[in-house]
């Protein structure tokens, strides 16, 4: 018989632990980002960490039935939002995406982003085993899934949009649906893409326009991407050291606190930086996802999956970003760029993760017992 109290043993130190280390590197970058300050940004950020480290872990302590019993009301809750933001939301830099709330801008978006994997696992849950090849499994899903997306795209904001897109529909794919539907539908975004390239706005075609040749206006457009380039290229293996990066404290790097946090890194910390960071989301996505094969349960297993996903997506991204290889879409790398919106996102994932590792524990054990 241990003689550990079983609460040390439930609490989730390794998972805060790899968290916290991420934290503290981002919390760095900050600082040397603002020529060796806390303010404006390091303080910040290390208390909103500590906050929502705390308010992952109260969602830890939510018992599993009450996500699945309320994952229809959130996502109702979070899509009156986004049409109270068409509605009443203030604009600022050309974009429509917030709620003033007077002691804080309420960004609704930022919400669906975990909502939308809960709604449409619940949905596949309650879905019978023997209608999943069928037609009533896949249009339900593309309504939750296609409304959200079409009033996040309209305000604008491509980065927020893609997110929901690809953590709804990885729910889907993961819930056993065909892949020739996959193909299929793949073939016919391909097939659309020149259509919907005359919807964009005229600062995301020249996104993706720059993306496709970055060397066509390097002084323009195409400034960020050539200068986040240059700053990771320069960094080497071992970086020039901290406090010594040139492109972002000579401010040749534009927002190398934000969405090129990762170039600012790399110029000071090299490739070795950019290993230590992967690695370390590397370790979180295994977690994740060793949560989602250990849950008998179907609907847990979908959204460790798809939560799990969603935080891979916001690193993914960000990374092929900065590199180029990816179109300039807004999207933060968690717990590096400056910013409470990514970060309040990543930790609602970890603490219904969270929550999903401790129920199964909590089942494991009864069943030992039993």
Same mark, same amino acid.
């Given at each position: 018989?241990?003689?550990?109290?079983?609460?040390?043993?439930?609490?989730?130190?390794?998972?805060?632990?790899?968290?916290?280390?991420?934290?503290?590197?981002?919390?760095?970058?900050?600082?040397?980002?603002? =020529?060796?300050?806390? %303010?404006?940004?390091?303080?910040?950020?290390?208390?909103?960490?500590?906050? *929502?480290?705390?308010?992952?872990? /109260?969602?830890?302590?939510?018992?599993?039935?009450?996500?699945? @019993?309320?994952?229809?009301?959130?996502?109702? &809750?979070?899509?009156?939002?986004?049409?109270?933001?068409?509605?009443?939301?203030?604009?600022?830099?050309?974009?429509?995406?917030?709620?003033?709330?007077?002691?804080?801008?309420?960004?609704?978006?930022?919400?669906?982003?975990?909502?939308?994997?809960?709604?449409? &696992?619940?949905?596949?849950?309650?879905?019978?085993? =023997?209608?999943?090849?069928?037609?009533? &499994?896949?249009?339900?899903?593309?309504?939750?899934?296609?409304?959200?997306?079409?009033?996040?795209?309209?305000?604008?904001?491509?980065?927020?949009? %893609?997110?929901?897109?690809?953590?709804?529909?990885?729910?889907?794919?993961?819930?056993?649906?065909?892949?020739?539907?996959?193909?299929?539908?793949?073939?016919?975004?391909?097939?659309?893409?020149?259509?919907?390239?005359?919807?964009?706005?005229?600062?995301?075609?020249?996104?993706? !326009?720059?993306?496709?040749?970055?060397?066509?206006?390097?002084?323009?457009?195409?400034?960020?991407?050539?200068?986040?380039?240059?700053?990771?290229?320069?960094?080497?293996?071992? =970086?020039?050291?901290?406090?010594?990066?040139?492109?972002?404290?000579?401010?040749?790097?534009?927002?190398?606190?934000?969405?090129?946090?990762?170039?600012?890194?790399?110029?000071?910390?090299?490739?070795?930086?950019?290993? *230590?960071?992967?690695?370390?989301?590397?370790?979180?996505? @295994?977690?994740?996802?060793?949560?989602?094969?250990?849950?008998?349960?179907?609907?847990? @297993?979908? /959204?460790?999956?798809? !939560?799990?996903? %969603?935080? *891979? *997506?916001?690193?993914?991204?960000?990374?092929?970003?900065?590199?180029?290889?990816?179109?300039?879409?807004?999207?933060?790398?968690?717990?590096?760029?400056?910013?409470?919106?990514?970060?309040?996102?990543?930790?609602?994932?970890?603490?219904?993760?969270?929550?999903?590792?401790?129920? %199964? @524990?909590?089942?494991?054990?009864?069943?030992?017992?039993?």
């Amino acid at each position: 018989m241990s003689i550990i109290p079983q609460s040390v043993t439930e609490f989730p130190w390794r998972v805060l632990g790899l968290l916290g280390a991420i934290a503290i590197f981002g919390t760095l970058v900050l600082y040397s980002a603002a =020529g060796g300050s806390i %303010t404006p940004w390091a303080i910040n950020q290390g208390v909103r960490f500590v906050i *929502f480290a705390v308010m992952a872990l /109260v969602l830890s302590r939510i018992p599993l039935e009450l996500f699945a @019993r309320f994952a229809f009301p959130a996502y109702g &809750a979070v899509l009156i939002s986004l049409v109270l933001v068409e509605l009443i939301g203030g604009v600022a830099g050309g974009s429509q995406r917030w709620i003033n709330l007077g002691f804080m801008q309420l960004q609704p978006s930022e919400f669906m982003k975990p909502i939308i994997v809960l709604a449409v &696992a619940r949905f596949y849950a309650m879905l019978p085993v =023997g209608e999943i090849r069928r037609w009533n &499994a896949i249009w339900p899903a593309l309504v939750l899934i296609g409304v959200p997306w079409a009033l996040v795209l309209v305000q604008p904001d491509l980065g927020t949009a %893609t997110m929901i897109l690809a953590g709804g529909i990885t729910v889907m794919f993961l819930a056993g649906l065909p892949l020739r539907l996959f193909i299929g539908s793949g073939l016919t975004v391909a097939a659309i893409i020149p259509i919907a390239f005359s919807f964009l706005h005229d600062y995301q075609q020249k996104r993706v !326009l720059i993306f496709m040749d970055p060397e066509s206006d390097p002084l323009g457009a195409g400034y960020h991407i050539s200068q986040s380039k240059i700053a990771i290229g320069s960094g080497g293996i071992w =970086g020039k050291g901290f406090l010594q990066g040139t492109q972002s404290h000579l401010q040749y790097l534009p927002e190398g606190h934000t969405d090129f946090v990762f170039a600012t890194m790399a110029e000071e910390w090299g490739m070795a930086g950019g290993v *230590f960071l992967i690695g370390a989301f590397m370790l979180l996505f @295994r977690w994740g996802i060793r949560v989602s094969l250990r849950t008998p349960d179907k609907f847990a @297993r979908l /959204v460790a999956a798809g !939560l799990t996903t %969603t935080i *891979f *997506f916001y690193m993914a991204i960000n990374l092929m970003m900065v590199m180029g290889l990816a179109p300039v879409v807004g999207i933060p790398l968690p717990f590096m760029s400056y910013g409470g919106s990514s970060m309040l996102t990543v930790m609602l994932c970890v603490g219904i993760i969270m929550s999903i590792d401790r129920s %199964t @524990r909590r089942a494991t054990r009864v069943g030992n017992w039993a």
